[in-house]
């Protein structure tokens, strides 16, 4: 990686400008002040140098990582001046001179006894000889410090710890006993470098011992190279990561160095595999470039990001779409709160995420929301609160407190840098006082504008450097400044605050304590005493033997606790209990019964199963988030199938509306009658042929008859000329679908019979013959074709929309027929639509519908799992149906109520009992028997959770678990698979019922057939009837002829007689032959009589000579 660094003007000062190549930056123009004070002449003779030629090159070697890091900012920390001029040999490199010679540090020299106990106030001036530093009128020896803080530093924890040790030390009377030290704060912004440095300078010409601060780490550099410069102590509490040896600087704060590898090391003990750095400002990734640089193990993937307030959840979701768990974070101790907030609102905040947080101070931020989610959260803390001496100081120092301020914070706890500041303090005091022992220390008259350096500084830093001490910080121990010796603290957040569960040192590393804290193989260490009992599908106990704990149950609950258990982080023990109830309130004592008694007395962490949220036991329990919403409906058996009646065919309309119908068709009959008696239109000549002749015809031959009943049968009327044919459908037969085999063969049978029925009836009724030639103009004789069996004829016809031979011809005929067609219309249309969804759907008697009907009845017996939730809600129900379905229940003996839910579906399997359930388990009743069904919709609307007692810390973490198992479907599915996926679901062949319907059998339509045959039986009868009637009046009819005849002839031949007495009996003719006058033959034989008894003879052509020769002589 390189670095080209151009000077340029600045606002306040010089500034370099650098372009780095390094792959992973994108910042290509980084300012970093250059700011020198302008004296001493080599310091000012330094940046003359760098101001004509700055070329700094940085060659390391970099691991290469993912290429997405390729974003991240990586910001090189200006290169701090060093206190050797830079000059230029004859090839033009650049050569370091070497640094002039010091004169030898002094020995330590013994400490000048104390002159007074007499102090100057901390924030007054006292008069003090510069050069000696003892007052002019007391004789007491003051040694004065400067400070230099930040601008957000003021009246802050860090100033009043500075103060507060600076206030003990000269309070104890066993560290520079005499010796008062005095002290001046200075305060500069946190990016001006320019009046850091003038300020310095302007103290350093007041006379100082030591400078402290400040711990920004651009400022600290450059006061360090000042103090360097002039051989001034610098004590210093900040994170120095630049590898040059400071000659003048103690820092307290520990080497980046040791940091990183303990950082290293607990990556390595965590084992993790994919980490994810997240840093705020650039000096956060230098902080962290050791692990960068060189990572634990090869086999680590590292993504690095860096993140500030505005895009923390952007940076943290991509670290959650990557499944990265593993986080090291390094935030500003100001942004912290916003961090963890964001953390929460991405659910970042289980058992599965581990962040390594690199701040001393986690103690002083409020962790109340990760407590109980078992969130991994470890941090190294440098103050141990637990140590007595530690808890001696901080009780002091609260005390110290002044009003509207404050060191510590609402848990007293101390944070880092002010307790780093009060060990700097007192280190500073412990090394002026092993210096006092053997010498005098001298004040020197300082300034930036020379190059003279204070002689004393040496012999101070020494002795400086050679404390060893236990401060709030732990041991310190220091070598060439840099501090060496301490002890981090390793905190584990857990259930109810940080643990220490171990500590990390330079000489022995890591040293884990409470293994115990840690998850191990992935799985957390808690484990829940879960209690339920036995109920399907939620928990079942399996058949097989010899199983122990857990795998003793499976079931609904069983499998969602296990993804549960994983997303909240505990382990878990189910136990059996309650008693086989989940639990309810005994009404007159108070106390509860089953798990909830259990979880009130908090001898179970949990309880699961088919356990209802309601009120009454919210009241003494918590419950999650619901899994799963229900409500109560009605368990009741199967109505068998309403047996198929055989007149079936008359369900459709009611027996009123056949009545109805009835009467309609009568009425409109009469009323065609009567309308074409009075209608002149509707009367015509029978006969308009001869009268006279003898030649008859029936239309119903035996052909015709065959083809009236296919015409009727086929709706196309009884014409001659046959409609063509429909598109055949794309299967050949598949019009044969919607009847049966059978039924099929029996209309075939029935258009056979029919047929030759109607031939029959025809041959036997005189009606039906007609005088085949109408020929004739006789226009006095008129028939009306509108007789009473006409009119009956023609309603029948259109209202079975097969027409007839009848044609109204009158308006008043045409209107009633027309109203008759409309009515027809209708009543055909509905009874079609309606006997369709008779005759293909299986109708069921099913007597209640609703709990209403409950109610409102006695016979069907109704009751509720005895102790359940279904109890209590008509218990405590203010409805008033449901107050009368509890009165009933209540009263009821023997008792409707079952102890288990096995015992109800048993009852309502025997008949005339309903049960009462949720309707997750009435679901999964009827899924797998086929005998059972639902009735009506729910009662109520009630949901299941997991109980928990009362301010239990794992409520909200399983609710966050269901709430992301039902996102995520997996409820869904576990409901699919316990429901409706195992072998012992019934087939209700839904899916055949829909696609295809049932195929109408004899016991659907044979009523017709019967109908039918009763009909034609009836007709049989009437023909029967009309012959026998019209044959006796036939046969009446030619017995008053014949004795009419007989009479007439009688009458004739008495006449005749007279005149053959008179000579009148006969004429001659041409020949002379007398001539008798004819005699008048019998008449024929009636037309109705040779008609009835033409039939009996076999062949036409016989029928026609008998018929001829009986109407040729008169005899049969």
């Known amino acids: 990686m390189g670095l080209l660094c151009i000077s340029g003007p600045g606002k306040r000062a010089p500034y370099y400008t650098c372009t780095s190549s390094h792959p992973l930056s994108n910042t290509s123009l980084l300012p970093f002040p250059s700011y020198l004070p302008p004296t001493p002449p080599r310091v000012r003779r330094l940046q003359t140098h760098h101001n004509r030629r700055l070329a700094t090159k940085l060659s390391e070697k970099t691991p290469r990582h993912d290429q997405e ?252 779409h990557k499944e990265i768990f593993s986080i090291i974070v390094d935030t500003l101790p100001g942004n912290m709160r916003l961090f963890l907030r964001c953390l929460l609102q991405l659910q970042m905040n289980d058992y599965r995420y581990h962040y390594l947080f690199t701040t001393f101070d986690i103690e002083t931020f409020d962790l109340e929301d990760f407590k109980y989610n078992f969130v991994n959260m470890t941090a190294f803390r440098i103050v141990d609160t637990a140590n007595r001496q530690v808890l001696r100081i901080l009780q002091d120092m609260e005390k110290f407190q002044p009003i509207g301020h404050s060191i510590l914070n609402k848990t007293s706890i101390i944070k880092a840098e002010p307790a780093l500041i009060f060990d700097s303090v007192n280190v500073f005091a412990r090394g002026l006082h092993a210096l006092e022992r053997s010498a005098t220390l001298s004040l020197a008259n300082l300034s930036c504008e020379n190059e003279t350096p204070w002689g004393d500084g040496s012999s101070l830093f020494n002795y400086i450097n050679a404390v060893e001490y236990d401060g709030l910080t732990g041991p310190i121990k220091f070598t060439e400044g840099k501090r060496t010796n301490f002890k981090l603290d390793i905190l584990k957040l857990r259930m109810e605050q940080l643990y220490k569960v171990g500590e990390w040192t330079p000489d022995d590393k890591i040293n884990i304590t409470d293994r115990q804290a840690f998850f191990e193989g992935g799985k957390p260490n808690i484990t829940l005493k879960i209690i339920t009992i036995e109920e399907t599908p939620f928990v079942m106990l399996k058949k097989e033997k010899n199983l122990t704990g857990n795998d003793r149950f499976s079931g609904f609950c069983v499998d969602m606790l296990e993804y549960v258990s994983r997303m909240a982080g505990f382990n878990y023990i189910i136990e059996m209990s309650g008693g086989g109830v989940y639990g309810m309130i005994d009404t007159e004592t108070g106390e509860w019964n089953g798990l909830v008694r259990e979880l009130k007395d908090k001898k179970a962490d949990l309880a699961v199963g088919s356990m209802t949220i309601n009120y009454a036991r919210e009241s003494v329990i918590d419950f999650t988030k619901p899994f799963m919403n229900l409500g109560i409906s009605i368990l009741f058996k199967i109505p068998s199938s309403q047996p198929t009646r055989l007149f079936s065919f008359m369900n459709p309309l009611a027996v009123e509306i056949w009545l109805y119908v009835m009467a309609a068709y009568v009425l409109v009959s009469f009323t065609m009658f009567v309308m074409a008696r009075f209608s002149p239109y509707e009367w015509n000549n029978p006969h308009p042929c001869n009268l006279e002749s003898d030649v008859v015809e029936n239309q119903f031959s035996v052909s015709n008859s065959f083809w009236f009943i296919t015409g009727t049968l086929l709706r196309q009327g009884s014409g001659l000329n046959p409609k063509v044919p429909t598109r055949a459908p794309t299967q050949l037969f598949s019009f044969m679908n919607p009847l049966a085999i059978e039924i099929w063969l029996y209309i075939l049978a029935a258009y056979v019979v029919v047929s030759t029925t109607i031939y029959i009836v025809a041959r036997f009724s005189p009606y039906e013959w007609h005088a085949p030639s109408p020929c004739h103009d006789n226009k006095e004789i008129m028939q009306n074709d509108f007789t009473l069996s006409n009119s009956f004829w023609f309603t029948i016809g259109t209202l079975m929309q097969q027409g007839s031979d009848l044609n109204p011809k009158a308006a008043s005929t045409r209107i009633v027929g027309g109203i008759w067609w409309f009515f027809t219309l209708i009543i055909i249309s509905s009874y079609t639509a309606n006997l369709a969804a008779f005759l293909t759907v299986e109708r069921m008697i099913t007597p209640i519908e609703s709990a209403e009907d409950l109610a409102k009845q006695n016979e069907i017996e109704y009751g509720t799992l005895e102790g359940g939730s279904t109890m209590a809600f008509f218990r405590d129900s203010k409805i008033e149906t449901y107050q009368n379905m509890w009165r009933y229940m209540e009263s009821k003996r023997p008792s409707v109520f079952v102890s288990t839910i096995e015992e109800g579906v048993d009852r309502v399997l025997k008949g005339n009992y309903a049960f009462l359930m949720e309707s997750t388990m009435l679901d999964y009743t009827i899924q797998r028997n086929c005998n059972l069904t639902q009735v009506g919709g729910l009662l109520n609307s009630n949901s299941y959770g997991i109980a928990t007692p009362i301010g239990s810390p794992w409520r909200d973490k399983i609710s966050l678990a269901i709430l992301e198992l039902q996102e995520k479907g997996i409820i869904q599915m576990l409901y699919s698979k316990w429901w409706k996926n195992t072998g012992d679901v019934c087939n209700r062949d839904e899916k055949n019922k829909d696609s295809k319907a049932n195929a109408l059998g004899v016991e659907n339509i044979g009523g017709v057939f019967v109908v039918l045959m009763c009909g034609l039986a009836l007709a049989i009868v009437v023909a029967i009837l009309e012959f026998c009637w019209n044959s006796r009046k036939n046969a009446q009819t030619d017995r008053d002829s014949e004795y009419d005849y007989e009479e007439e002839e009688d009458e004739d031949d008495e006449e005749r007689k007279q005149r053959l007495e008179d000579g009148l009996e006969g004429e001659e003719d041409e020949g002379g032959v007398t001539r008798r006058p004819p005699r008048e033959t019998r008449p024929p034989v009636s037309p109705r009589v040779v008609l009835s008894c033409a039939w009996v003879v076999g062949r036409a052509e016989d029928r026609s000579r008998v018929v001829e020769g009986v109407m040729l002589t008169g005899r049969l």
């Open 69 to 320: 890091r390729a974003s991240d900012t990586i910001t090189l920390h200006w290169m701090r001046l060093t206190r050797f001029p830079i000059r230029y040999d004859a090839t033009g490199q650049t050569t370091t001179a070497p640094p002039r010679p010091r004169p030898p540090r002094p020995p330590p020299r013994a400490l000048r006894p104390s002159i007074t106990d007499q102090t100057c106030s901390l924030r007054r001036r006292c008069g003090i000889n510069r050069a000696s530093g003892v007052n002019d009128n007391t004789g007491t020896k003051y040694e004065h410090l400067r400070a230099i803080l930040t601008e957000d530093q003021r009246d802050s924890a860090t100033e009043l710890a500075f103060k507060y040790a600076v206030y003990r030390i000269n309070n104890d009377k066993f560290i520079l006993p005499n010796t008062t030290l005095v002290f001046d704060i200075q305060y500069v912004p946190r990016d001006d470098s320019f009046h850091t440095a003038k300020k310095a300078c302007k103290q350093i010409t007041f006379g100082v011992q030591a400078m402290f601060g400040p711990f920004d780490p651009l400022l600290g550099s450059h006061i360090q190279s000042i103090t360097d410069a002039l051989d001034i102590p610098h004590l210093e509490a900040r994170l120095d990561i630049e590898p040059q040896e400071k000659e003048f600087s103690i820092n307290l704060f520990p080497s980046h160095t040791y940091l990183n590898q303990a950082y290293k090391d607990m990556i390595q003990f965590l084992k993790w595999k994919k980490v994810a750095i997240i840093y705020e400002e650039d000096f956060g990734l230098m902080k962290l470039q050791e692990i960068i640089r060189s990572p634990p193990s090869k086999a680590i993937e590292m993504y690095i990001r860096q993140g500030h307030p505005d895009n923390y959840r952007d940076v943290l979701k991509e670290v959650k």
